[in-house]
């Protein structure tokens, strides 16, 4: 897992992982080689167990400028469908542990697609979102109309897909697509908050996400019963009691992932 030039990786001994998209030359547009960076640093974060919280971030200027619209230039249908990147996508989107998207500058298109697989979204006031692609004679392909829809709902995701217009941190978090907005640096404050997750019981962390992600699709009954199964999973783990324990005992838990 080494850092390459279009992706740096800094694992902190706190168990948080800080991946940052590094292509400034092309306000990290998100060409194959950057996709796949990507999906096989996620794919080894997801087994490394030293880390239990990931941040994603494009650094202090731009989150990303989306797709890298020369790799459109003359490609095909058939080519656009072997490329298969929907498994580049599904790396991130499969993780168990969160992911904290640190959004400074713009997140447009596939950047705002990016953003959205993770599972907080922490943005500076200087940050703008959109999905531009129909000014390019495109469409959204990687959850710019679903996970947008789900988000904010189908009149504001109409809205923004199909004018293509910008928005900035502040109409995001009103629209729901942001969970905070910070005066600075957003990427120092999602640090913060992947190092209080970092700190709690990964068991527990990782089955809030899975109930979370998967009941969103699922009917209220369902989902309700998979909140029940979880919680009812957690109380076999050391770390339920070492809880409780703690908490009785006033002191800090001492948590082991187990
Ligand atoms: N692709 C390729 N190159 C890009 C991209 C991009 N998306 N964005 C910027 N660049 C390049 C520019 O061509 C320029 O290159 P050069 O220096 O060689 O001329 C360099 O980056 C700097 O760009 P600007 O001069 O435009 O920089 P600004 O700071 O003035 O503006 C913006 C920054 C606002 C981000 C502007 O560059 C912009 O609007 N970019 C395009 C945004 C866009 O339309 N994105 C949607 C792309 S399509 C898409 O994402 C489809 C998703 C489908 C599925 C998901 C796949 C990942």
């Given at each position: 897992m080494n850092n390459t030039e279009v992706l740096k990786l800094d694992i902190r001994q706190n168990g948080v992982a800080i991946v940052e998209l590094h292509r400034p030359e092309a306000r990290n547009a998100l060409n194959l080689e950057l996709r796949k960076a990507l999906a096989e640093t996620f794919q080894d974060l997801s087994t490394n167990?030293?880390?239990?919280v990931i941040v994603l971030t494009g650094g202090e200027k731009i989150f990303a400028a989306g797709a890298d619209v020369n790799d459109f230039l003359t490609a095909s249908t058939s080519q656009m469908y072997l490329r298969h990147t929907e498994q580049y996508w599904q790396s991130i989107s499969a993780c168990s542990k969160p992911v904290i998207a640190a959004v400074n500058g713009y997140a447009l298109g596939g950047g705002c697609e990016l953003a959205m697989h993770a599972d907080i979204i922490i943005a500076s006031e200087n940050a703008n979102f959109g999905q531009p692609e129909v000014r390019l004679g495109l469409m959204p392909g990687a959850g710019g109309t679903q996970r947008l829809l789900r988000a904010i709902g189908k009149y504001q995701t109409m809205l923004l897909a199909l004018t293509g217009k910008f928005i900035s941190a502040n109409e995001a978090y009103q629209k729901g697509l942001v969970s905070e907005v910070v005066a600075g640096d957003a990427t120092l404050h999602a640090i913060e908050i992947a190092q209080t997750i970092a700190s709690y019981s990964s068991i527990s962390v990782q089955q809030i996400k899975e109930v979370i992600n998967l009941g969103q699709d699922m009917s209220l009954d369902g989902a309700l019963a998979l909140e029940r199964k979880a919680l009812q999973i957690l109380f076999d783990t050391k770390d339920q009691k070492e809880g409780a324990r703690a908490f009785l005992e006033k002191r800090t838990p001492v948590y082991q992932g187990e």
């Open positions: 167990n030293e880390v239990r």
